[in-house]
């Protein structure tokens, strides 16, 4: 029987019912990725993240390798922190698709033992991830979504008491960029600004 947590699959949901014997009917929520847009993921977060109290809730999303980096990175913070009662299970026959930062938040969900990375290789894998994909974006909304992504990942490290005085300056540093951002501040240089002080952590 599948606990609460993050999960990763290769197998489709009607292969799985078995595994999810704790979980109500009514509380089952099966999505295929590439019927998803930004808004309905959100309004799936929130829904899990409202729902699951007292009863096992099961979000499992189909295909999740056609998530795009956006939406990948909208489910962050629920795959860090599901919460005691949430079973969520990305599917996906691809792995090596999804981005590292979701890839180190997931358990499989068929390995007897499961190896979860430490909080210090988390966040090391986060960092790279989140300078590649800076360096590759020209669209100042993609920016300011994936910096607000990360910007919540750093508040939660900091309410878990996760190297402190290092997380408050990383806040500091995505508020002032996301900021520059809202102001209509050269895309180029704000991001420049922002890895260069990202890199002297």
């Known amino acids: 029987m599948v606990g609460p947590g993050?999960?990763?699959t290769t197998r489709p949901f009607d292969q799985l019912s078995g595994e999810f014997s704790s979980v109500l009917v009514v509380d089952r929520l099966v999505v295929n990725g590439s019927e998803l847009s930004a808004a309905t993921l959100r309004?799936?977060?929130?829904q899990v993240q409202q729902r699951a109290l007292g009863e096992r809730r099961l979000l499992f999303i189909e295909q999740a390798e056609v998530l795009s980096e956006i939406l990948q990175n909208t489910l962050l913070k629920l795959l860090e922190e599901p919460g005691a009662t949430l079973i969520i299970v990305l599917?996906?026959?691809?792995?090596e698709r999804l981005l590292v930062t979701v890839r180190s938040r997931l358990s499989d969900l068929h390995r007897e033992s499961i190896e979860i990375a430490s909080p210090s290789q988390r966040l090391?894998?986060?960092h790279l991830e989140l300078t590649r994909q800076l360096q590759s974006l020209?669209?100042?909304q993609a920016a300011g979504e994936l910096m607000k992504g990360e910007l919540a990942a750093q508040k939660q490290s900091l309410l878990a008491g996760d190297e402190i005085a290092e997380t408050a300056h990383r806040i500091e540093l995505l508020e002032r960029a996301l900021f520059r951002l809202d102001r209509n501040?050269?895309?180029?240089l704000t991001l420049d600004w922002f890895l260069l002080h990202w890199f002297k952590e």
């Open 43 to 46: 309004s799936l977060v929130a």
């Open 124 to 126: 090391a894998t986060r």
């Open 91 to 95: 599917q996906t026959v691809h792995p």
């Open 6 to 8: 993050a999960y990763l």
């Open 185 to 188: 501040a050269n895309l180029k």
């Open 138 to 140: 020209t669209d100042r």
